[in-house]
């Protein structure tokens, strides 16, 4: 019996932008990274419509991390007070395809530290390598009003990912990160609404929007990642109908979030493995099921995490 | 394919008779085509027109079953490629390998050791379904001795895994009882094997290297008697086979292609427990009924039962978590009191800070139908009264000796009238429980 045709074809797709300038392009990135362009749903169409690869951005912190678990420290006992060399073993050793610094260390509540810090903790990181950066803020407004577009102008021209600019919170980044030509994390608390509308809000402010990359938060694997799963989905198909605001590529933060779930961090829990294997896999797991949905960019922190979904990108994106 | 009103109304009598209650047929086919009435009501419908609407009406999707009593499971009747636009049915079932080339002590290991992955999650057993007994002796001697004791072992469903037809009728011999799915008919010996399935009431595999192959194959086994199948695409790779489970799925759902309208199966057998648990979520994610590991490590499968569950949830149901208080740590008369609601999610983010911050303490859940916070008060699910029902109820003056409510601090609004419908004080907490910590080590002692 003769199998019909099934493809489905869409109009729209998934922007695509390239992260990081080089020499030529004005900057001192060694690399560059494409991301977006998908033409259809995760496992739809032919090969041609899969887009761009999926790539990992690994966490560097400004500060010495305070919670993180022993096995999640243990990897990185000898650099967590140097960002820079932080960075220079997730992208030698690691094989990051993006490095993310994670401001946590200026939120008032943890370290408290000033702009200088995060300006001295950029450069370094843009010296130690030559991947492209993310630039992440502490979450708490005024204090990354006051830092994050210091940060901005230590990277101008780089070509950064900078963020993240939220509904109620997103006059001051955006347009200096409009001025210092980075692209920019729009932020919105699992709800797609509001991530058109953070959108539209950028936009309105003259922000390009092929520059724009959303976060719709994540949940962790049991934690709610159904939420983000589905939000992602429906992100999709809605820029594959056609929605310019919502055509952008997604970022999705797997490392914070997997890394607080009990499965991941609890060290008394026999019955539930080694917890040495049971945090990275919790974070693999959170990765892998994310990237079914749709994600472009993901936030990841364990090194062995990152090789086995780096290993799952590279078979099933080839 | 669904049929329309006026599909189905071509094939009623047409003569508007009232018998069904509806003032012509053509309404009585609209009311049917929207399910809001039974053929059965009809009295003088053709069988030819019965015939057709049945078949018209059957899932896009077979439901196959497997197993028994406690160990039943079952896969397939799907209806949505993607779970926001309904939800998916039957969760995936996780199957974990055991060879034939196992004896004795080995083997009652490891059927043990597969039986033994069971796990519980809020409040939820998940655990693997099936053990996949292959054949990798080639003695029906062997496989049939080594399906006995799965059998015996009782635990789990069975699925018979060889090439051979031998094999096969010797191993369902000894298990027939216990109604396993036998897996797999090929081309080649499709009709051998569809015997054995339908002599002795058990569900098929068919498993073929095209989709095309597959579908012919599915169209001779069901010729032969067999409507319980389950497909089996073998491909050189993970990619392949992810591309075209989505391809299959769109083929039963969207084209109501009946060849492929069942259930699949994947095998995720070479690789670590790593690399396994990252094929199998991604086959879980997009459509495979049945996941047959290799692994039985517990770190492994637990994250995979997880995403089961995760993506299995009903998306138009908010999951909850009993309304009651929650002991975190040994709490005793002076430690914290505070309340959130009975979304699940908004509960255990709660449970994981107040964790965190090692502060024992008292978490008061109050039943607001499933809803966050901000929802739950906007709807009015979130109220003083609310709030004090649930503190009588639960009995919190009995708990601690102090008159502290520790409230949401996206809700301190309503510090006012809590405190005069409760007569407790009222300590606003921080609005992202991320801060609770904090808020616990310092503010509270």
Redesign the interface.
Known sequence: ?P??E???RFTGSVNRLTLGATKDDGGTRTSTVTVGGARN????GSAADTGEKAVIAMDVLDSKPE?WPDVLLEPYKNVLDSPGDWAKMCVEEFGADLICVKFDGIHP?KNDKDAAHAVKVTEEVLKAVGVPLVLWGCGYDEKDNQVMPKVSGAAKGEKCLIGTVTEDNYKSLTAIAVADGHYLITHAPLDINIAKQINILASDMGFPLERIVTFQAT?A???????A??IQ??QR?AALTGDKMMAMPVICDVGYESW????AKLTDAP????PA??G???E??TA??L???GVDIIRMRHP?AVA??K??IN???? | MALTGLDIFKLLPKTNCKKCGMPTCLAFAMALAQKRTKLEDCPDVSEEAKEKLAAASAPPMRKVVFGTQDNQVQIGQETVMFRHEEKFYNPTVLAVTVSDKLTGKDLTKRIEAVNALQFERIGIKIGARAIALVNDSGSPESFAQAAAAVKDSGDLALILVTQSPDAMAAAVAKTKESVPLLASATPDTAEKMAKIAKENGCPIVAKADSIDALADLTEKIKAEGLEDIVLNLQTQNLRDQLLNLSKMRALALKKVFRPLGYPTISFVTDGDADTQVASAISLICKYAGIVVLDTVEAYALLPMLTAVMNIFTDPQKPVQVEPKVYRIGEPNENSPMMFTTNFSLTYYTVESDVEASRVPSYILVVDTEGTSVLTAYSGDKLNEKTVADAMTKYGVEDLVKHRKLIIPGYVAVMSGKIEEATNWEVMVGPRECSMLPKFLQEVWN
């Open positions: 019996m199998v019909p099934v493809a489905e749903v995760v496992y739809g919670d509540d949940g694997l049991g934690y709610g990642i159904e939420y799963y589905s989905e429906r198909i607080r779930a009990k499965e019955g539930w493995g080694d294997d049971r990275p896999t919790w693999t797991a892998i099921c990237l079914q949905a062995r086995t979904v290993n799952f078979k099933v994106w080839t």
